[in-house]
Nanobody
Framework: VQLQAYGGGLVQAGGSLRLSCVISGPAFSAYALGWFRQAPGMEREFVAAMLWSGGSTYYSNSVRGRFTISRDNAKNVVYLQMNSLKPDDTAVYYC?????????????????WGQGTLVTVSS
């Protein structure tokens, strides 16, 4: 399984960006797809996740109401729409998949990771 995240960039506070995560590989089957982020000097933190079957979504408190995770099943792409961006949202954003149930916010339980895409929000 391979994941490729793209769509990052520089945006002013209050602006929007949409990140994409393209998932490819033989017989891909995942329990969930998650987005995480890591700011300089900080630990990687959970942002959002979606169950592949059923589409239930989960968000961290810091992004709920501003970010939306969605998917295009036909293209095997998962999106992260980010609105009302703040300077605190500046980070490298990663997409990852997990194969089993567990603690949805736990990065260690995700098996495959994309390379990350940098989002910079200026004040």
């Amino acid at each position: 399984v391979q994941l490729q995240a793209y769509g990052g960039g520089l945006v002013q506070a209050g602006g929007s960006l949409r990140l994409s995560c393209v998932i490819s590989g033989p017989a891909f089957s995942a329990y969930a797809l998650g987005w995480f982020r890591q700011a300089p000097g900080m630990e990687r933190e959970f942002v959002a996740a979606m169950l592949w079957s059923g589409g239930s979504t989960y968000y961290s408190n810091s992004v709920r109401g501003r970010f939306t995770i969605s998917r295009d099943n036909a293209k095997n792409v998962v999106y992260l729409q980010m609105n009302s961006l703040k300077p605190d949202d500046t980070a490298v954003y990663y997409c990852a998949t997990r194969l089993r149930r567990g603690v949805i916010v736990s990065a260690s339980e995700y098996s495959y990771w994309g390379q990350g895409t940098l989002v910079t929000v200026s004040s």
